[in-house]
Nanobody, 116 residues
């Protein structure tokens, strides 16, 4: 059974930081690219960051460049999203996704709220 379990969300003040984690089981983690998406109330889900299967390449949405960092630990089957300088507009549900040519899998999400 494939499982992607996100954690690390919560309430943080503007300018603060959070680190999201996504623990993956049931697939060969190291053969999947990993992505973080987010969905704010009333908006479509958007890609935030992505990392290749071996972690050699990353890309980011323009709105988070310079503030967010995606990384992965293939030994721990975990992908991370370090979020710094958080803004109210970063408030959303954050989801991880495992992707390869044969298919993809989603996690259940973790909620991030940026508010004073």
């Amino acid at each position: 059974q494939v499982q992607l379990v996100e954690s690390g969300g919560g309430l943080v003040q503007p300018g603060g930081s959070l680190r999201l984690s996504c623990a993956v089981s049931g697939i060969t983690f190291s053969s999947y690219a990993m992505c973080w998406y987010r969905q704010a109330p009333g908006k479509e889900r958007e890609l935030v960051a992505a990392i290749t299967s071996v972690g050699g390449s990353t890309n980011y949405a323009d709105s988070v460049k310079g503030r967010f960092t995606i990384s992965r630990d293939n030994a721990k089957n975990t992908v991370y999203l370090q979020m710094n300088s958080l803004k109210p507009e970063d408030t959303a549900w954050y989801y991880c996704k495992a992707v390869r040519s044969s298919g993809s899998y989603w996690g259940q999400g973790t909620q991030v709220t940026v508010s004073s």
